[in-house]
């Protein structure tokens, strides 16, 4: 038969190859079905597809292409029940590797569409909810469906955040505030949605707002100067002054952060933006529970709670304190610094000086605790005139020192009183403050509080020696200490000083004297009651002066036993009167001077310290109890 196998022509059959049994139009015919059948495909986009197989390594996905593609089973770790026949979303890389396989990525996918969604919430205002991964430097990192976005500490809530590390691994709602594209930067919010939520909370704090209302609030800060506290939406400001009646460094002594207190309304402006708070207001004043038995001259105890310039102020209890001034801590009449005395968290008794209940005010002393040393008994007898003592150096005036002997006891140095041989013009070339200084009593006057001391008088006065030393035409080796217009100013032996007027510097070959120089010099004046010696070199070799140093010196001195003719009385007193007097009438003018200028100086110096300190006291006293 035909048809028989023998009757096949195979050699026809081998030569049309696969497929070649179609004409030209069957098989075109047949490739367009073909290719109807599968989806077109573009490299850099997402597409959907089916899983149809899943293994260890892959899972198997069909996206409509002629081929199927591999995703890594490791991209599906937040699909734990995937399984056959699901749909997912895909990133088509490669339509055909080197391999022909076509390459996909779920994870690629995820952030296509993730970046999507948040072009969309940042253009549409939309809210997203993301997980906080980590905390960083200023705030959170945050992951939005596989892209990470930067959540500022200042965005995380309307009160401070002092701990991010609470947030790690919470779900949060946030919204899109910026994007930077050029670097993938994607910074969020979710302070901006608390802040809606408290703006009709906010508007009905404000709209009802008044002085002496009492609300309840949190500390959200805390600074030195007070605290700031959220009224639900609305800041005030809780002054340190009044946190409590008592004082305090800090707020933190009393508060801590995220405390919940009440607070009274004290002030707010006109625009309500800022509102003054009180604390201290909602207690009783505890001035009014100052006991009745406190009164002045009572003995009281507390402790320094403030040191100023002029005073400390000792709190009696929380919110009562009394000045003690600086001049009501020591008997002593120099003014020192508070510090000297005490320090502040001392624990001291006082005593009650002043006491107004209505103007809460109250000053108390500390030296008040002892004797006056004035008017102890022995007063008298201690300082008697001519008792030696050593005292320390408390001030310098230009007409001497005071000297404190004991606490509350000073004494006036004068300067004409330091020295039997210098003549001083400052006694800070004499001694320097705070040294000590060997006195003894010249005069005592305890209704006054005063003493009169000397140094010198320590010993004996040498101008009765120097008197047969330095007479009238002996010759003296002498220096030179300084020269001016008016003369020089010599060094003589024992440490006494002499003066030469210009016209006793001219040396032998005609120079002048200069100084630093060391000559003999002659006397030519001496005066034991002034305490001068007036010296020439020029004396030492001119026979002019020299005859009429010898003529004054016979006319002052007469031989022995020659008598001096007195003169008649009304000559006597006609000489007097020409020359002013004799020495002693000029030294008891000097004395009475010396004496007008202590008692003068000593008033000027007192009269002054005390306005100063009255001053400074009231003006400093008044500036603390305000605040």
Known sequence: MSNSPDNFDWDKFETQGFG?????????EMEKMYDDTLTTVQEQEVVKGIVVGITDRDVILNIGFKSDGLVPVSEFRDLPELKVGDEVEVFIEDQEDPNGQLILSRKKAKIVSAWARIYDALENDNVLEGVVKRRTKGGLIMDLYGVEAFLPGSQIDVKPIRDFDVFVGKKMEVKVVKINAAFDNVVVSHKVLIEKDLEQQRAAILNNLEKGQVLEGVIKNMTNFGVFIDLGG????LHITDISWGRINHPEEVLQLDQ??????LDFDDDKKRISLGMKQLTPHPWDALPAEIEVGSRVKGKIVNVADYGAFLELMPGVEGLIHVSEMSWSQHLRNPQDFIKQGDEVEAVVLTLDREERKMSLGIKQLTEDPWTKED??????????????????TNFGLFLELEEGVDGLVHVSDLSWTKKIKHPSEFVKVGENLDVVVLELDVANRRLALG????????????ESVFNIGSVHKATVLEKSDRGATLELPYGIEGFSFPKGLAKEDGSQVEAGESLDFRVTEFSKDDRKIILSHTATYSEADNARIAKATKKAAPAAGEKKEKAPKVQKEAENKSTLGDLDALSALKEQMLENEKEAGVKKLEAAAAKKAKDSDEASAEEENNA
């Open 455 to 466: 140094h010198k008088q320590l010993e004996e006065n040498p101008w009765d020696t120097f």
């Open 20 to 28: 070649g049994g179609y004409s030209k139009d069957e098989r075109a």
């Open 379 to 396: 007063v008298i007898t201690k300082y008697a005139v001519g008792t030696k003592h050593t005292g320390v150096v408390r001030n310098l």
């Open 260 to 265: 919940k207190v009440n607070v009274v309304v």
């Open 234 to 237: 609305v800041d005030g400001l």
